[in-house]
């Protein structure tokens, strides 16, 4: 591991790091046939950070986000947590582990057991971590944690999950993951299927609890959404990251052809396609067949990863980074 | 615009439940002219989907109470299931939500036209030429026809449904939630799609029902907002985003973050509360719960009336 990241912060206050990992699936109907879901993937996300990792489907963002969860195995290099290998990690320790991390998925509605009430949730962890904790003082608990995230105990406690909305269940969850003492928290497409009335008061949520200095991976396939609360944006393509940087360079001055796509693509209020368009082709004009990448390492087969052995990534400007313009990485360009 | 392809006046449909009619629309008037996109947008459960389906097809909860439809001066019969299947897919056609879904993966995708066009009582062969040449328009190799559902990927799939409902050349054709499960560059694809059968004539007028305003703001002339079974507000599609008049649009706008909208410059901050159960909704505005601007007279109902040329709203204070 090296001792300083590219942006030359030091390592205490790094919460995740993400080093080169992959995950191969195997496919068909003997497993004859490898799938890479995520190739040689690094970042890091501080404490008090929300990192959006943003792609289409397909892109491998949600198994990244689990295995970060450990929910499926990490292949390829490591990831740390705190400077800690969470690679290894077996039943106690990882139960442990699950202290500090938690995640938030997609659906509110199946993340619950329909014929339980939806404060459930809460009992589950006292029995699992705070066995100990008298009933009193776990009411409190839970009521504060209920506040934190900005619902009232009377509204949501003793109630089932279909008599609460989506948004109310989603915090709920959140809030679930704030009763253990969690440095990071995965959040998979988590107001994907809110509507948007209560959907910008999760992602406010976020940035509250960001501002405690919680570490937030916000895994979206809603580019405007990953610009709203992030200080980081990850762009993954077929497993790949092709640009990463501040929200407002990677929007701002998109590089990639790919993100340039797909920020053409996004229906926007107030602008048209044919405007976005217009203005990307503008910016894209005296970047026409060059290679940021390949300018920088025009030997291509340089280093892989963020450490400066290896980089897949070139900076093409102050935290900035951008992939090879031949987005698979394969052809050369 | 001139010409008035399809007129709505006074609608009422409820759905049957065990503890009493869930009114999902409650007098419901508003025409689409000729050559018109309308986007029907809505949070869930405000009766969009209802209105879309009510056009074509009720099922079997639902009740049609009051009001008429017109589909180019002539009444739909949409209480009679039998005498609409002279309407359905030549005059009036659905993409319903998940349409793609609903193929039958045990059909090639040919045999399941053939089939369909049959049940209609349409010679195959009659529109195969066409059928290709449309197959060509969406960018479909023809040999889609040979393949089944499963071999196609989600856009595809969108894709073929739309040949298949546009295929008669409807009158209207009201596409449901049909990109909502696509990937961004896919979407576009669809949506442009879309506008592309209206000006090649494939469709005269289009009902685009979404809960994503953003995308039909690409698309559409006009947008039409529901809030719980009612019209809020119908205008023309910058009107609607740029200086929307009925509250319920101005905060739903406003809650969406755009691409450059950061956290920290601007907080957005939500809708409170939420719609009225339908079961018993409130007299008067069902808004006004959750409506900063409420006062006396919103316990009386709104009308739903003109503002402006195109722009109406149903709200006191518009």
Known sequence: ?333 | MSKVSLRVAGLKVHYRTLRGDVKALDDVTFAVADGETMGLAGESGCGKTTLGKSLIRLDGRMRHVDGTVELDDEELPIGDTARMNDFRFREVFIIPQYAMSAMNPTRKIGKMTKELLESRGVRFETVRTELKRRLELVGLAHDVLDRYPIELSGGMKQRMVMVLSTLLNPSLLVADEVTSALDVSTQRAVAETLVDFRDRGFVRSMIVITHDVSLVYQIADSIMVMYAGKLAEKAPTDVIVDSPRHPYTQLLISSLPEVGVKYADKRLTGIPGSPPSLLDPPAGCRFRDRCPLAFDKCSEEPPFVEVEHGHYVACWKA
């Not at chain 1, 009193?136 to 089932?160: G, H, I, Q, T």
Request: with cysteine.
């Open chain 1, 1 to 333: 591991m090296a001792t300083t990241s590219l942006a030359g912060k030091p390592e205490a206050e790094r919460c995740c790091t993400v080093d080169r990992v992959s995950m191969v699936y195997k496919i068909g109907a003997f497993g004859g046939t490898d799938l890479p879901a995520v190739r040689d993937v690094s970042f890091e996300v501080r404490a008090g950070e929300v990192v959006s990792l943003i792609g289409e489907s397909g892109s491998g963002k949600t198994t990244l986000g689990k295995m970060i969860l450990r929910l499926c195995p990490i292949t390829g290099e490591t990831i740390t947590v705190d400077g800690v290998d969470i690679s290894t990690f077996k039943r106690r320790r990882l139960k442990t582990y699950y202290r500090s991390v938690q995640g938030v998925f997609q659906d509110p509605f199946s993340s619950y057991n329909p014929i339980f009430k939806a404060d459930r949730v809460f009992s589950m962890i006292k029995d699992e971590y705070f066995a100990e904790v008298n009933a009193a003082e776990w009411r409190r608990k839970v009521a504060a944690s209920l506040e934190a995230v900005r619902l009232s105990p009377d509204e949501v406690l003793n109630k089932y999950p279909h008599q609460l909305s989506g948004g109310q269940l989603q915090r709920i969850l959140i809030a679930r993951a704030l009763l253990l003492d969690i440095r990071l928290l995965v959040a998979d497409e988590i107001i994907s299927m809110l509507d948007a009335s209560t959907r910008i008061d999760v992602l406010n949520l976020l940035a509250d609890l960001k501002a405690q200095g919680l570490g937030i991976l916000f895994i979206t396939h809603d580019l405007s959404l990953g610009n709203y609360v992030s200080d980081k944006t990850v762009i993954l393509r077929r497993g790949r990251i092709v640009e990463m940087g501040a929200p407002d360079r990677v929007f701002g001055n998109p590089l990639h052809p790919y993100t340039k796509s797909l920020l053409t693509s996004v229906p926007q209020l107030h602008r048209k396609w044919e405007r976005v368009e217009a203005e990307l082709a503008a910016g894209r004009a005296g970047l026409t067949g060059r290679c940021i990448y390949h300018e920088r390492y025009p030997n291509g087969d340089g280093p892989v990863g963020l450490d400066a052995e290896r980089p897949t990534l070139a900076e093409a400007e102050d935290d900035h980074f951008v992939a090879c313009f031949q987005a698979d990485g394969e052809e050369t360009c």
